[in-house]
């Protein structure tokens, strides 16, 4: 069964500092990959996508991320973080079940800004 | 368009009584899902639906139900609440070919005491 690892509980950077966030993957085949970002008592939303071709991808609010099949990582970044960008962020897989697409999501990672 | 909603956005329960979660989507979305999040233990899937009439379980369905009567609306059933089952539960959906991409609701949050 597939799974996802997101190493991080929770990071603080500072307003402007670059960020990092990682994810590490199990999963046999060509991974479906995903970043979504929840904000405090609101929803998920889908941050970037990984399907084939290039391996780094870019998403919306400034965020990339790149594919590293040897290393089986998503990893999430952005070169300065704004105070708005305070939140929690899931990794995901999708793997193809019954006709459909079931997303694991990795125990997320929140992230603080200090001003 | 709306996308996905949600009702109620809060509830409190007592242990054993029940309680629907209702979801609707107007994208018309053939794939929908419900997932229960809990504090650091990211999102489990406990049903999904393919297309009106179709259900399947996913990872920890015990104690909820079900159905899909149409397109846009895919309730949850909670019977005989208990303590276990205060999460957080979000309603997602998404089209047939999507690879995965879902859209989310904004979560109802459910106490049962």
């Known amino acids: 069964a597939q799974s996802v690892t997101q190493p991080d509980i929770h990071i603080t950077v500072s307003e402007g500092a670059s960020l990092e966030l990682r994810c590490n993957y199990s999963?046999?085949?060509?991974?479906?990959l995903f970043w979504y970002v929840q904000s405090p008592g609101q929803g998920l939303q889908l941050l970037l996508k990984?399907?084939?071709?290039?391996?780094l991808v870019q998403g919306i609010k400034g965020f990339e991320a790149e594919f590293k099949r040897s290393q089986s990582s998503f990893n999430l970044r952005k070169p300065s973080v704004h105070w708005s960008d305070a939140a929690e962020y899931f990794c995901?897989?999708?793997?193809?079940?019954?006709?459909?697409?079931?997303?694991?999501f990795g125990k997320g990672t929140k992230l603080s800004v200090i001003p | 368009n709306a996308g996905v909603t949600q009702t109620p956005k809060f509830r409190i329960l007592k242990i054993g009584q029940s309680m629907t979660l209702q979801c609707a989507q107007d994208?018309?979305?053939?794939?929908m899902y419900w997932y229960r999040q809990d504090p650091g233990m990211g999102l489990k899937l406990i049903y999904y639906?393919?297309?009106?009439?179709?259900?399947d379980k996913g990872e920890v369905p015990n104690g909820y139900n079900v159905s899909r009567s149409t397109t846009e609306d895919f309730p949850l059933r909670l019977e005989l609440a208990a303590p276990s089952q205060t999460s957080v539960y979000f309603c997602?959906?998404?089209?047939?070919?999507?690879?995965?991409?879902?859209?989310f609701g904004p979560g109802t949050r459910l106490t049962v005491l």
């Open positions: 639906s393919v297309g009106a009439g179709i259900t």
């Open positions: 995901a897989v999708a793997q193809p079940s019954a006709g459909s697409y079931q997303l694991t």
């Open positions: 997602a959906s998404s089209y047939s070919n999507s690879q995965g991409e879902q859209f």
């Open positions: 999963y046999g085949a060509t991974p479906y």
């Open positions: 994208m018309n979305h053939n794939y």
């Open positions: 990984y399907f084939s071709g290039d391996t």
